[in-house]
């Protein structure tokens, strides 16, 4: 064998050894209905979301007793006339209107907008996801 040919030879074994191996395939997930259930938890977050749940629902409370029992009656302070928003109503023909509860219902759904704007707003700028 020549010395072209032995320096080839190893210039080949050198190669094959610097040449990185493929990444062992990853483990197999964890057996188990309960291993399972805490790999759903984990993974899409959803104690998170249940949190975030519960407390829309006790903000959506708070906002709307703070539309009906503070917001609307100083609406009715201001229009002179309406004792109580939520009970004005339209009569056309033989046919009742009833906008004043919707009305309520508009101004909470805006109230809530702004808080939760307002959250992201500030979360965002304190750099939580």
């Known amino acids: 064998?020549?010395?072209?040919d032995e320096?080839?030879?190893?210039?080949?074994?050198i190669r094959e050894l610097l040449t990185p191996k493929p990444a062992p395939p990853p483990p197999p997930p964890p057996k188990g209905l309960w291993n399972e259930f805490l790999d759903f938890l984990s993974k899409y977050k959803v104690m998170g979301l249940a949190?975030?749940?519960i407390m829309a629902v006790y903000l959506g409370g708070l906002v709307q007793s703070l539309v009906k029992?503070?917001?609307?009656?100083?609406?009715?302070?201001?229009?002179p006339?309406?004792?109580?928003l939520a009970s004005l109503e339209y009569n056309v023909g033989e046919q009742v209107f009833g906008?004043?509860?919707?009305?309520?219902?508009?101004i909470t759904f805006i109230i809530v907008a702004c808080v939760i704007f307002i959250l992201v707003k500030v979360t965002k700028r304190?750099?939580?996801?």
């Open 1 to 4: 064998m020549s010395k072209d």
């Open 7 to 13: 320096m080839l030879k190893e210039l080949a074994q």
């Open 51 to 53: 949190v975030a749940f």
């Open 69 to 79: 029992d503070l917001v609307i009656p100083v609406i009715g302070l201001a229009i």
């Open 81 to 84: 006339g309406l004792s109580d």
């Open 99 to 106: 906008i004043g509860n919707f009305l309520v219902a508009l």
């Open 126 to 129: 304190w750099g939580i996801k």
